[in-house]
């Protein structure tokens, strides 16, 4: 089939095209920017369009010959009118596919109770009424699952670093409320496996044995062989209980706040029509989606993350122009661009950044403070980068093997910052230049740049050396 897949850098997006793709289908991605997706294992194998569902003008012609549409675009973890957004695109996609897209897929959420009219996060009920409209214009088969299990899933990485840091834990009493988690795997073929068949049009409520959010880090430390200690008392707002998380987790407040608030109720569905429709789906228990998801992430095989998907500010592109300002150090490397390559696009994460490890780690723990993402989002894979992924408090802007990387800053700061490496030949070895670049905005911007120059003058001299001095010891081994 002719196959359209909107959310492909997202978590669950960049997993179905591989899927879809082994099934024998012909796949069209829609993205904002061709960029996001150009280092992709499957990019070579879709046919990539630029567009914005935000934009009614960039849709013509993109739905053309389109059998069935993927949907798995949503707001979630934004800030302002997310619920405006996600209304506004899903009306725009509903009226670019009217025309000819024979099957929409979508991938909404579990409601407390499975039903309308129950208490719900605004997130939650957001996703739902996406999935009310375009089931009112289109053919639809909307999935609802309630939290994802697997490996670089948001819900995973929530329980297991809670799990991980927190030998004992105070808990607010819902903890004790039942959800309903399904394994990412199955969720895939839930999603494969309903293109081009006309008996699955509306709600398809998915997942597995329902457990308490309490039993989810009670099975994630006896996988891990941890002893734990849960007390659940009536503590903790559910908005105070997320900035916890934002604290202690790599997930960022805006996103940790609607996965919070998605359990204050109990979130159980009804499965039974999915068993039915689709009796080769067994969902794994969560116990199985854990282990899976530990062993894949051990192997360092993560093929996405939550954090795939740009979130918070908007995408900035670096201009050279004027009220930028910048520090470039050079060093004449006796290494090849190669090896200079490998050892600053393997910075952050496990690995670090290097030099000053205490001073990175207090900037991360103030950014994490103030509701910036801090330094634990790590990063998917220890030598590999594409644009787009984020890394620590940076988001790869853009990556050029072997000779160019560009981060973004995405730490709270009073203004735009990046931090840049480039490997050119050089007559001996590799000249290796490092940048870093920020646009302030008013006078807080400016006072915030001058005040930290000392700093950075000794932070980013000492990382420049470090990676100069990695890349002639050969550090880190190539894959």
Same mark, same amino acid.
């Given at each position: ?265 109990? !979130? #159980?569905?009804?499965? $039974?029509? @999915?068993?039915?429709?689709? =009796? *080769?789906? &067994?969902? +794994?228990?969560?116990?199985?989606? %854990? ?10 095989? !993560? #093929?996405?993350?939550? $954090?795939? @998907?740009?979130?918070?500010? =908007? *995408?900035? &592109?670096? +201009?050279?122009?004027?009220?930028? %300002? ?154």
């Amino acid at each position: 089939m002719h196959i359209l897949v909107t959310g492909a850098t997202g978590y669950i997006g960049g997993r179905l095209i591989e899927r879809l793709l082994h099934e024998g289908h012909e796949v069209r991605v829609l993205v904002r920017s061709a960029q996001r997706v150009a280092a992709r294992p499957w990019s070579e194998d879709v046919h990539v369009v630029e567009a914005d569902l935000l934009e009614p003008s960039t849709l013509a012609g993109v739905l053309d010959g389109i059998d069935v549409a993927y949907y798995l675009v949503h707001a979630m973890g934004s800030s302002g009118d997310f619920a405006l957004r996600d209304r506004q695109a899903a009306r725009n996609f509903v009226d670019a596919a009217a025309q000819g897209v024979g099957q929409v897929i979508y991938l909404g959420g579990i409601l407390p109770g499975g039903r309308e009219g129950n208490p719900a996060s605004t997130h939650l009920s957001s996703r739902a009424e996406v999935g009310q409209i375009l089931r009112e214009g289109l053919s639809t088969t909307e999935f609802r699952a309630g939290p994802i299990i697997g490996s670089g899933s948001a819900s995973f990485e929530m329980v297991r670093y809670l799990t991980e840091r927190l030998p004992v834990m105070v808990a607010p009493k819902w903890i004790l409320n039942e959800v309903q988690t399904i394994g990412t795997a199955d969720i895939i073929s839930y999603l494969v496996q309903a293109a081009g068949r006309t008996d699955v049009e509306g709600i398809l409520e998915v997942g597995a044995e329902p457990l308490t959010f309490k039993r989810m880090m009670e099975v994630y430390a006896e996988v891990r062989g941890l002893p734990r200690v849960i007390i659940p008392l009536p503590v903790l707002t559910p908005r105070l209980a997320a900035l916890w998380v934002g604290l202690v987790t790599p997930i960022p407040n805006s996103l940790a706040v609607p996965l919070v608030e998605g359990i204050v109720h109990p !979130v #159980v569905g009804d499965p $039974s029509r @999915a068993l039915r429709l689709f =009796p *080769r789906i &067994r969902p +794994a228990s969560y116990r199985q989606a %854990v282990e899976r998801a530990v062993e894949r992430t051990e192997a360092g095989d !993560v #093929v996405t993350r939550w $954090s795939d @998907a740009a979130g918070g500010a =908007p *995408r900035v &592109r670096f +201009a050279d122009r004027e009220g930028v %300002v910048r520090e470039v150090r050079t060093r004449i490397v006796d290494a090849t661009p190669d090896a200079v390559f490998r050892s600053f696009v393997s910075l952050g994460g496990e690995r670090g950044w290097r030099v000053w490890g205490w001073a990175w780690a207090i900037r991360g723990f103030i950014d994490r403070v103030v509701g910036g993402p801090g330094l634990r989002r790590g990063r998917r894979h220890p030598i590999e980068l594409r644009p787009g992924e984020s890394v620590d408090f940076w988001r790869v802007e853009e990556v050029q093997a072997p000779s160019f990387l560009r981060l973004r800053a995405e730490m709270r700061v009073p203004g735009r910052a990046w931090l840049q490496f480039e490997a050119l030949p050089a007559e001996r070895g590799t000249k290796l230049v490092q940048t870093a670049y920020f646009a302030p905005v008013g006078f807080l911007g400016w006072l915030y740049w001058y005040g930290i120059y000392p700093f950075h003058a000794l932070i980013f001299s000492a990382l420049v050396a470090a990676v100069a001095r990695d890349a002639e010891r050969g550090l880190p081994e190539a894959d």
